[in-house]
Structure formats: C-alpha cells, structure tokens
C-alpha cells in the first residue's frame, strides 16, 4: 500500500500502518487495535443518527464487518476514519430508510475527527438496483457473523436484527422473561464485537 503521507495527520498515517499489517500481514491485532479506536466514535455517529442504543449496537458492528471484510479495497488517497464512518453512515440510513425513523435533519452534516464533515443525504424510499444489491450483501455478511454465535444467541439476534422484534416481543416468543432477553441480546452483541475485532468471521 503506497500512500502520500504528505496530507496526512500523524494519527491517519498510524491507521494506514495498521492496514497494512492487517491486509498483507494478517495481523488479528491490527485489526482489533482499529477497533478499539474507533469502535466508541462509530457507535456516538450511529447513535446520533437513529436514537436508539441497541440499534445503534447492531449498526456499528455491521460497520466494521463491512469495513475489515473489504479491507483490501480501502484507497489510501483518503483518511481510514472517512471511508469507515460513510460506510457507518450509509448502514444507517438504509435503516432509517426502511423503518422510516424520524430522526435528524436531512442537511444535518456530522463531523468527523479528522475535520471532515459527512453530509446526511436521504433519497427517494425505494431502492434501486444496486441499493438493493448492497442492502442483500450487507444481509449477507450478518447472516454469516449471526451463523458464529452458539445457537442460544442465534435466535435471539435472528429474532431482533432479521425479524425485528421488539424485546417485548421477543420475550412473548420465547416466553421469557423481559430482563433476560435484554441481558442475552447485550451478550451477543459483544460476541459478535468480539468476532469482528479478531477477524474469526473473515477466515
């Protein structure tokens, strides 16, 4: 990976030393030093952006398995933090698209930590073709990350993030009880924080 460090903060040039070891040398820690300093970043720009804390948890994890999944294509003309935040931001406006959140303004720009501000673009609520097809990859890659989980855990996320029950209703179906299923769903998401950051869903 070639870079021009010239127009690079001392930061965005650390991050392109991480891709690298990640993409050329397989290095699990790479992957997980990236997220662990961008994972809180991400999650306050998703949250910002459809309200909602569990929602939010979900998004960020299918930002970075999008994002270590297509490592190999980043282009290092552009800061690492830029393109992983427009693929955090465009998840979740196909979210808000779908379950038509009311949500921030649609020229809200967020700012992003290198200065850079992404602009919050809503389009037309039917997706065209290629919208489609990235909407079906991006089902895809859950579906596989979703497969990892013991099957207690699979059910629960398939329940939530796929059928998109509330905990409410997930607990009817499951006849349990509702703290329980709050307490198992904040359990698997870390598990599926886990499988991200060390790379076991990519192998």
């Known amino acids: 990976m070639e870079v021009n460090n010239k127009q690079f903060s001392a930061k965005a040039k650390h991050?392109?030393?991480l891709i690298q070891a990640a993409v050329e040398g397989g290095d699990e820690k790479a992957y997980a030093e990236l997220m662990n300093i961008y994972k809180?970043?991400?999650?306050?720009?998703?949250?910002?952006?459809?309200?909602?804390?569990d929602d939010a948890e979900d998004l960020t994890i299918e930002a970075f398995a999008k994002a270590f999944r297509n490592l190999h294509?980043?282009?290092?003309?552009?800061?690492?933090?830029?393109?992983?935040?427009?693929?955090?931001?465009?998840?979740?406006?196909?979210?808000?698209?779908?379950?038509?959140i009311k949500t921030m303004s649609i020229d809200s720009a967020i700012k992003i930590d290198?200065?850079?501000?992404?602009?919050?673009?809503?389009?037309?609520?039917?997706?065209?073709?290629?919208?489609?097809?990235?909407?079906?990859?991006?089902?895809e890659i859950m579906q596989f990350i979703v497969g990892?989980?013991?099957?207690?855990?699979?059910?629960?996320?398939?329940?939530?993030y796929f059928d998109e029950l509330s905990y409410e209703e997930i607990a009817t179906e499951l006849n349990a009880p509702l703290g329980t299923v709050k307490a198992q769903l904040h359990r698997a998401r870390e598990l599926l924080y886990d499988m991200v950051k060390n790379k076991k869903h990519l192998i």
């Open 15 to 17: 991050d392109f030393k």
């Open 148 to 160: 990892k989980l013991p099957d207690k855990y699979q059910r629960l996320v398939t329940l939530r």
């Open 40 to 53: 809180k970043p991400v999650y306050h720009v998703v949250l910002k952006m459809v309200r909602n804390p």
């Open 73 to 100: 294509k980043f282009n290092p003309e552009y800061a690492f933090s830029t393109w992983l935040f427009r693929i955090a931001t465009n998840n979740c406006i196909d979210f808000i698209r779908k379950n038509k």
């Open 114 to 139: 290198n200065g850079d501000e992404i602009t919050i673009d809503f389009k037309d609520l039917n997706l065209n073709p290629q919208e489609s097809a990235i909407k079906n990859q991006k089902i």
